[in-house]
DNA sequence: GGATATTATTTTAAGCCTGAAATATTTTTT
DNA sequence: AAAAAATATTTCAGGCTTAAAATAATATCC
């Protein structure tokens, strides 16, 4: 846990230029990102479901109408938690059959769906809420603030990385023809 | 995209010790944390259906098999790859039905499974490692060595502190007389 | 204005995933 | 050695998730 992964240590003498082809680093880097995503999810889905009987899409979608007044579509949503539409859909069945989410047509624009939380959507969870960033708190508590800033600029950093790899990907794709 | 969130902005002014409570510096470097796995799972997911057919759980558990020589247990694979027992019999069902995947009783204890990759199974893998490798590398592609490193290394600093937490809470709740 | 294309959502079929209960086997206790 | 406890895996019910097809409504084109 506390050494470091021999791959890493990087020297005049081993230089990653000097291993044309080798991007092990990189996976491993990505294991490790993976390895502590998983940590954290698991461990807010069981405290999610012990204190609160509830589950984590479902928390994740009442996240984004609580933080929207004046409502948000489907679409919308969906592009948020970047998961499907019919996902969506789906968690949002739920939480409608448990009085928690209203939905209704737009007035202007009737395909679209306007979710918003009810009065007991909201309340519930607000209280959730406060639960949750307590216990994020405490899962980075070995991490001092510099620490975080630290990782917080290198995650956005890596977010730009992707971003800009995801679309040059998409970007090829369009132009050697592939029709919509 | 680009510009820093406010709330990470710590001058002498804003200490986190004076808001006391406040804990949405850990909140937002989750959501980013959870942001980046979700893009690159995604993308994975998506070039692994494109080029191989085949689906993230099923690359990830024959990349646990291909480490190991001997084979491994449900168990083992279960544990490392963070999912239930049941899931992966779930996933091995798949790939054992299409020849990628070997399991038998071990000799000496037959409540164990020991699954290993078929010859096919193992130069399938081989061949979509080698592009998986590529594509993360490309996903990274934004990050100069240095800061792969760091971050490396603050993910290391994240994962300690997580198993930290998780165990902390495990024995408070063992404690408690939470009866097996 | 009517045909066509686009957009938003839902449905569908299939696979993933979980926790808990059930099953099978081995180990420990008495 | 029989009974009880522990261990490894599977089964089960239920929910999540996706991509692709279907549906419905709006916008665009001629």
């Known amino acids: 846990m506390e050494t470091p992964s021999p791959g890493l240590i990087l020297d005049r003498e081993t230089k990653a230029s000097e291993r044309p082809g080798d991007h092990k680093d990189e996976l491993r880097l990505w294991l490790r990102m993976l390895t502590c995503s998983t940590l954290i999810e698991t461990e807010i889905r069981n405290r999610l479901r012990e204190e609160f009987k509830t589950t984590l899409p479902r928390f994740d979608l009442m996240a984004q109408l609580d933080k929207s007044t004046t409502g948000m579509t489907v679409g ?3 592009q948020r938690l970047m998961v499907s539409n019919g996902n969506v859909t789906a968690v949002v069945a739920g ?11 737009a007035a202007q624009d009737r395909r679209v769906q306007v979710l918003t939380l009810t009065a007991l959507g909201r309340k519930s969870f607000r209280a959730m809420a406060e639960r949750h960033e307590g216990w994020i708190a405490e899962l980075f508590a070995g991490l001092d603030q ?3 800033v630290q990782l917080f600029r290198l995650l956005g950093q890596t977010k730009a990385s992707l971003h800009q790899a ?6 090829e794709a369009a132009g050697r023809g592939e029709n919509a």
Chains 1, 2 share one sequence.
Do not use: Q, T
């Not at 939480?95 to 047509?105: E, F, H, I, T, W």
């Not at 995801?166 to 970007?171: F, G, P, T, V």
């Open 166 to 171: 995801i679309k040059r990907r998409a970007d």
């Open 146 to 148: 510099p620490e975080i």
């Open 76 to 78: 919308e949503v969906s």
């Open 95 to 105: 939480l409608l059959a448990d009085g928690l989410v209203d939905k209704r047509p």
